[in-house]
């Protein structure tokens, strides 16, 4: 099949989601189309499988908002006409699905067919698409698609409730690539940030608010009280001002690191004893599920599709969002076991390869692309 895949090329979990399944479809044989304003950060494009094409968007004096969605439309109908794509999959609604719905309508005039699936990932649904001004171009966008996936069932029948969504939603739950994710022991690594042996809590996002990385802290500073410890931070964002504010007015410099934003995110997950993610909301929590493949115990909040992903008492513990005090509590009695986790970290392994390795989600969606491709040749009704 030929794909074109759209995303934010940025640091944030559809991104990573989108770039890594282009990767995977291209392993698999496919030819994968990248068409964005910048290439994903995590793309590799040295399978002859994967091309990227840049949308340039025109400056002029007069647009204080260059138009992207419309550049981004011009540049998916090129693409799908010199490459003779079978689709696109665009994730992210907005706007990229309005996009991917004008770029069709112009192929239509052409008497050309360009199919397109939407994937929400959660904040398009939740933040943006709720806002007034653009629910009703996303719901449009969303009811027009030939295709809608969500990353988790909580997603889905948020988008149906606050949308009123009635076309099928399809549910094909976000994963890893489970060769890859996996404990890589890295002594040297985890003697620069733990010298002495201490346990090792850490943290991935991109510092948004809604992440609540000063929750992280406060929830450190609790395990802190009781024993030694350090605490691992990777990723930037907004909040990352106020944190490192937070680290130094608890006198905690010294046994916190700030790593930015890193690649291989598997070499550092992996030196993890547990992993924090205290989130407001996540639609999904891709990062719990990148530690728990690396064999790392997850405490995150009962809240969005997180209780999907981490199963509580099995591979870590979910508390009320903004519940510190007990995140606190159990992460100083998983650091207190004898085997300081390890075997919840295993159990959160099995469980994570057991539902959300690619080489299971990939066929889901190899699967769902041939049966809108079907339904778009030969409509039901
Ligand atoms: O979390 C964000 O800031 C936005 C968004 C993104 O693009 O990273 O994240 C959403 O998509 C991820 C990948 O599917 C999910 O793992 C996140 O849970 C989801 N974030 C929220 O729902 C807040």
Redesign the pocket.
Known sequence: MKIGIT??PT???????ATELGMELAARGHEVHFISYAPPFRLDTSNDHIQFHEVEVATYPLFDHPPYALALAVKMGEVAESAQLDLLHV??AIPHSVSALLARSMAASRKATLPFIT?L???????VGADRSYLPITRFSIEQSDGVTT??TY?KERTQREFDIKRPIEVIP?FVNCDVYRRHDMPELRAEWAPDGEPILMHL??F?P??RVTDVVEIFAMVREKMRAKLVLIGDGPDRGAAEWLVRQKGLACDVHFLGKQDRVYDKLSQADLFLLP???????????EAMACEVPVIATRV???PEVVKHGADGYLVQPRDVVTAGRHAIEILSRSDRGREMGKKARENATWEFCASKIIPLYEGYYSRVLAEVKSPRS
Do not use: M, P, Q, W
């Open positions: 995303c934010y640091y944030g979990g559809s991104g990573v989601v994730h992210y994937t990932h959660g904040t398009d649904i939740t933040l990353i988790s997603l976000n996002s991109n948004r809604v992440k989130s407001d909301l996540e639609s999904f929590g891709l990062a719990a599920l969005g599709g997180l």
